[in-house]
């Protein structure tokens, strides 16, 4: 599944999945250009994936900002014919407990944040442009005590859906298509990870009786980004374990 050629943008690309797949498309000879928050952790990623890779930091709850970098990066990478919106947020407060800002923080991460790296970079997709989302098998399964995340994601799953039937991505031949991983060990899931018995429970949940690693979930992204996933748009590909049927 070569890239060769291809020219890659990876939001949340610093950390866990977004890293991995930053890692694989490299190995399949893309260029890549990464967002995320944290310049220090953004630079420390950027170093250690080698020569050629853009960083910019910037936050995508932010739309003004986002556009800058998005146009800052079709600069200079001169196109983009693979976009991965992958950056997102899991802590919620209790739902009892949600404030209208707390609200607004979340959603302003993985709903505007989301959309508005989609609004900002198709202008610059280049035709036959790959589009990936990563949901979470939490929009198809509910996540127990915290249905903001899952809302969140039922909300990027079906945007994708149906922004992939949109005219004018369809007459681009852009397609687009969500990603949906189920527990995977990553920073995101560090405080569930890192207690044993919180561990185990999740890994019994799962069919496949363990966590799922970044890496997996980043082949994924390498399928749906790669030319081998040519004739695959509004879809969603869920790499789980076997989580989302039971
Ligand atoms: N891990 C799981 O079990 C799991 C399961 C289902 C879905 N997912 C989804 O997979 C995606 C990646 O998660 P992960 O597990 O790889 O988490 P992670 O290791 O915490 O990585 C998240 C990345 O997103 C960036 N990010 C977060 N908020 C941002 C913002 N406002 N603006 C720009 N960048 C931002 C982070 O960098 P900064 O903090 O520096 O900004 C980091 O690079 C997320 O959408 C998550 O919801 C994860």
Known sequence: MRLDGKRAVI????????????????????????????????????????????????????????????????????????LFANAGVSETPPIAETSEQAFDDFMSINVKGTIFTLIHALPFLRDGASVILTGSVAARKGRPGDPLYAASKGAIRSFGRTLAMDGDVLARRIRVNVLTPGATATPLTREATGNPEVRAYIAEMVPMGRWGEACEIAQAALFLASDASSYITGSEITVDGGLAHV
């Open 11 to 82: 939001t949340g690309g610093s950390s866990g999945i977004g890293f991995e797949a930053a890692k694989l498309f490299i190995e399949q000879s893309a260029r890549i250009a990464l967002i995320a928050r944290d310049r220090a952790r953004l630079d420390s990623a950027v170093a250690s994936l080698g020569t050629g890779v853009i960083g910019v930091a910037a936050d995508i709850s932010r739309p003004d900002a986002l556009k800058l970098a998005i146009t800052d990066i079709h600069n200079q990478l001169g196109g983009i014919d693979i």
